[in-house]
């Protein structure tokens, strides 16, 4: 199992074997791999030309080498005076 991915991270799905980028999470179990899941990944592909999102389940996701996205910088609010 993975830990939680961030959105933007590349992926590989390692049974159906498309490539993509995590776009968020969904707790839609309709469209779940495995109903056992509390959340699956929305991932974003490329077919045909056309960008497609498919929900996959993190225990079928591998990670690509070098595909972590990078941590998110936090704006530091500035009190205006």
Do not use: C
Request: proline share 4%; aromatic share 4%.
């Amino acid at each position: 199992m993975i830990d939680k991915l961030r959105d933007g991270t590349r992926v590989t799905h390692t049974v159906k074997g498309y490539s993509g980028e995590i776009k968020g999470t969904t707790r839609m179990k309709v469209h779940f791999e495995h109903q056992a899941d509390a959340e699956e990944y929305r991932v974003l592909v490329m077919t045909d030309g056309e960008q497609q999102i498919r929900v996959a389940s993190p225990a079928n996701l591998q990670v690509n080498e070098g595909g972590t996205a990078p941590a998110k910088r936090r704006k530091n609010p500035v009190a205006k005076v």
